[in-house]
């Protein structure tokens, strides 16, 4: 099971800092990805992190705004967010996959979801 959170209410510029855990596995062998959904839209990528190696990767978006990291201790895994705007607003969501490299921008091909934690970002 995965467990987000950190989300919360800041204005535009802003910080927060996502956190996923997860309870009774470890994410050992995973790619763990970070998507986001907003109210009417799809959900979108926003970054991954391969957990064996530590090779990440970010949606367009929010490069150079957000950076991925993980306590290996923890088994937990972050979601830095600096700078934010008011269209990163959404419902965020990690979620874990096994599928190859190039393809984890695609929701539909992750097995395992949190809850997802709220993000709102006002101007």
């Known amino acids: 099971q995965l467990q987000a959170c950190g989300g919360g209410l800041v204005q535009a510029g802003g910080s927060l800092r996502l956190s996923c855990a997860a309870s009774?596995?470890?994410?050992?062998?995973?790619?763990v990805g970070w998507f986001r959904q907003a109210p009417g839209k799809d959900r979108e990528f926003v970054s991954a992190?391969?957990?064996?190696?530590?090779?990440?990767r970010y949606a367009d978006s929010v490069k150079g705004r957000f950076t991925i990291s993980r306590d290996i201790a923890k088994n937990t895994l972050y979601l830095q967010m600096n700078n934010l705007k008011p269209e990163d607003t959404a419902v965020y969501y990690c979620?874990?996959?096994?599928?190859?490299?190039?393809?984890?921008?695609?929701?539909?091909?992750?097995?395992?979801w949190g809850q997802g934690t709220l993000v709102t970002v006002s101007s």
């Open positions: 992190f391969r957990w064996s190696g530590g090779t990440t």
């Open positions: 009774g596995r470890t994410f050992s062998g995973y790619i």
């Open positions: 979620g874990l996959t096994r599928i190859v490299w190039p393809e984890i921008a695609n929701h539909k091909r992750y097995d395992i």
